[in-house]
Nanobody, 124 residues
Framework: QVQLVESGGGLVQAGGSLRLSCAAS????????MGWFRQAPGKEREFVAT????????IYADSVKGRFTISRDNAKNTAYLQMNSLKPEDTAVYYC?????????????????WGQGTQVTVSS
């Protein structure tokens, strides 16, 4: 089993920044994709960003492209999501997820493990 724990969420004003972390533990092994998703009240969980094990491939949702940056430190089994120029519409619970696949998926059904989520609130 793999456990994922997110941290770094909080309340920030519009235009501000936050950095989320996702620490993986357990039988993580290697070559797993890490992804970030978010879910706002009353909405479905949506894709935010994903990164391959090597870091050579990253994919972003159009809504965050140019503002968010995903990265990872495999020595620490940790993924990060740097969020800049935050907007009120970025308010959501942010989840990290791990996928053991050769692909770089952007849909929830392709991820095997999920964290409990961390709340991000952006005030206007």
């Amino acid at each position: 089993q793999v456990q994922l724990v997110e941290s770094g969420g909080g309340l920030v004003q519009a235009g501000g920044s936050l950095r989320l972390s996702c620490a993986a533990s357990g039988r993580t092994g290697s070559n797993y994709v890490m992804g970030w998703f978010r879910q706002a009240p009353g909405k479905e969980r949506e894709f935010v960003a994903t990164i391959r094990w090597s870091g050579s491939t990253t994919i972003y949702a159009d809504s965050v492209k140019g503002r968010f940056t995903i990265s990872r430190d495999n020595a620490k089994n940790t993924a990060y999501l740097q969020m800049n120029s935050l907007k009120p519409e970025d308010t959501a619970v942010y989840y990290c997820a791990a996928a053991y696949t050769v692909f770089v998926p952007t849909t929830t059904r392709n991820y095997n493990y999920w964290g409990q989520g961390t709340q991000v609130t952006v005030s206007s």
